[in-house]
């Protein structure tokens, strides 16, 4: 998948962001991962080559601020003009994955009506706390594609209640890094059995640096957290569904 960032920085927010990738890159180089700032790839999805076509070509989904959080407050400035070149680019889905779906209303675009169709809402909650603080906000929200995003998963969820036609997948996953806090296998089945209960589709999209199952811890590097959790075939999908 393709990524866009129209703004870079975020402040951490809840147990999910301990050990954020984007503050571990930016310390690394030592830059403050508390700026918010806009990026010079602000305006990507519209930008232009000479003969006048989009340099990004339609028909691809692109990852949206991965490097922050789309609702963070620095950006209520920038946000209604983001939502324009989303707008402008129907023939690109966007995704964009959020802690703060309290702020989803600020700044939305008058036309949003019931959500645009090319945009995918994620919500993330990590552990039951934040599933039931911020899902009802979300399912209460005009979105036209959302999916819950249970990743790092730090516990077992009880997501039942939650679960239904308007949310298009449930995605889980452990957490990556030196300091990962490990993924149990047991919460990632009993996700899984919640969806398929609920008719809802599932993906197991990787198992992070510390997995446990059947009573061991496994070490798993980087390179193949996302290829162990596609063995485990656990993924489910509805027929005839998204």
Same mark, same amino acid.
Request: proline share 5%; hydrophobic share 35%; net charge negative.
């Given at each position: 998948m393709n990524a866009w960032n129209p703004w870079h920085g975020c402040h951490k927010t809840s147990p999910g962001c301990a050990n954020c990738y984007m503050h571990r890159r930016d310390q690394?180089? $030592?830059?403050?991962?508390?700026?918010?700032? %806009?990026?010079?790839?602000?305006?990507? @999805?519209? %930008? !232009?080559? =000479?003969?006048?076509?989009? !340099?990004?070509?339609?028909?691809?989904?692109?990852?949206?601020? $991965?490097?922050?959080?789309?609702?963070?407050?620095? /950006?209520?400035?920038?946000?209604?003009?983001?939502?324009?070149?989303?707008?402008?680019?129907?023939d690109i889905k966007f995704l964009i994955i959020t802690k703060r779906i309290h702020r989803f209303m600020v700044s939305l675009p008058d036309d949003w009506g019931e959500g645009y169709?090319?945009?995918?809402?994620?919500?993330?909650?990590?552990?039951?706390?934040? /599933?039931?603080?911020r899902l009802p906000l979300f399912l209460s929200a005009p979105i036209a594609h959302r999916?819950?995003?249970?990743?790092?998963?730090?516990? *077992?969820?009880?997501?039942?209640?939650?679960?239904? @036609? $308007?949310?298009?997948?449930?995605?889980? *996953?452990?957490?990556? *890094?030196?300091?990962? =806090? @490990?993924?149990?296998?047991?919460?990632?089945?009993?996700?899984?059995?919640?969806?398929v209960a609920s008719g809802v589709p599932f993906w197991f999209k990787q198992t992070g640096r510390y997995f446990l199952k059947d009573g061991r811890r496994y070490t798993i590097l980087k390179k193949l957290q996302h290829s162990q959790a596609r063995k485990a075939g656990i993924n489910y999908s509805v027929q005839g569904g998204p």
């Open positions: 690394s180089v $030592g830059r403050d991962p508390e700026v918010v700032y %806009k990026t010079q790839a602000f305006d990507l @999805p519209v %930008k !232009k080559d =000479r003969s006048g076509e989009y !340099k990004l070509a339609g028909g691809r989904e692109l990852f949206t601020c $991965g490097t922050s959080d789309f609702f963070l407050p620095e /950006a209520d400035g920038w946000r209604r003009e983001a939502w324009e070149f989303i707008r402008l680019r129907a169709d090319n945009v995918c809402i994620g919500c993330t909650v990590e552990n039951q706390q934040y /599933a039931d603080e999916v819950i995003i249970c990743e790092p998963l730090l516990e *077992g969820i009880e997501l039942s209640r939650y679960l239904g @036609p $308007g949310v298009d997948e449930v995605v889980a *996953g452990g957490e990556s *890094g030196m300091d990962a =806090r @490990p993924c149990d296998y047991r919460w990632v089945l009993d996700l899984r059995e919640q969806c």
